[in-house]
T-cell receptor, first 111, second 112 residues
């Protein structure tokens, strides 16, 4: 079946440290992967995406890595800030605009 | 430029009732998708509307239906509500051909 799962339900990091959130997917036909951030009481917010023909993409303080060999996706956040505290979801898109989400990882940033 | 808006923000219903949720897409977007997000879970795809027609559907029963209007806004209807329908209902809009979907704040539905 289709699934996008996450390894860790909760990640706690100290302010200023780097954060790494991991995600495993099972559908090798997916051609597009996205990371979303969801704060309490809000809808998911787009962070960064990557196509299946890439293995790395960088944004502002964020980097997404894609390893198709082991079907693994990761989100790296540099210099984590209190405002980064949220639930992070990876999602995959097989080109039909139907997003398949994982359960999510809660990122907690402490001073 | 207003983003995706949804109404109402919160709703309480009882089992067996019917509910209608509304969504206005981001300006310029023509595709609307609906997702159900249970507490502590990731959003689950319900269906997607484009050109006033349901283009694709997730694994949800026929109690879940929708509509898209000529101005691209959309409604989600759920009949014969069950306790398990309690969730955050999210609307996402996109421009056809573009991958990025923009989500609204959601409607929190509680079924008692």
């Amino acid at each position: 079946g289709e699934s996008v799962g996450l390894h860790l339900p909760t990640l706690s990091v100290q302010e200023g440290d780097n954060s790494i959130i991991n995600c495993a997917y099972s559908n090798s036909a997916s051609d597009y992967f996205i990371w979303y951030k969801q704060e309490s009481g809000k809808g998911p917010q787009f962070i960064i995406d990557i196509r299946s023909n890439m293995d790395k993409r960088q944004g502002q303080r964020v980097t997404v890595l894609l390893n198709k060999t082991v079907k693994h996706l990761s989100l790296q956040i540099a210099a984590t800030q209190p405002g980064d505290s949220a639930v992070y979801f990876c999602a995959e898109n097989k080109g039909t605009d139907k997003l398949i989400f994982g359960t999510g990882t809660r990122l907690q940033v402490f001073p | 430029d207003a983003g995706v808006t949804q109404s109402p923000t919160h709703l309480i219903k009882t089992r067996g009732q019917q509910v209608t949720l509304r969504c206005s897409p981001k300006s310029g977007h023509d595709t609307v998708s609906w997702y159900q997000q249970a507490l502590g879970q990731g959003p689950q795809f319900i269906f997607q509307y484009y050109e006033e027609e349901e283009r694709q559907r997730g694994n949800f029963p026929d109690r879940f239906s929708g509509h898209q209007f000529p101005n691209y806004s959309s409604e989600l209807n759920v009949n014969a509500l069950l306790l398990g329908d309690s969730a955050l209902y999210l609307c996402a809009s996109a421009l056809t051909g573009m991958n990025e979907q923009f989500f609204g704040p959601g409607t929190r539905l509680t079924v008692l």
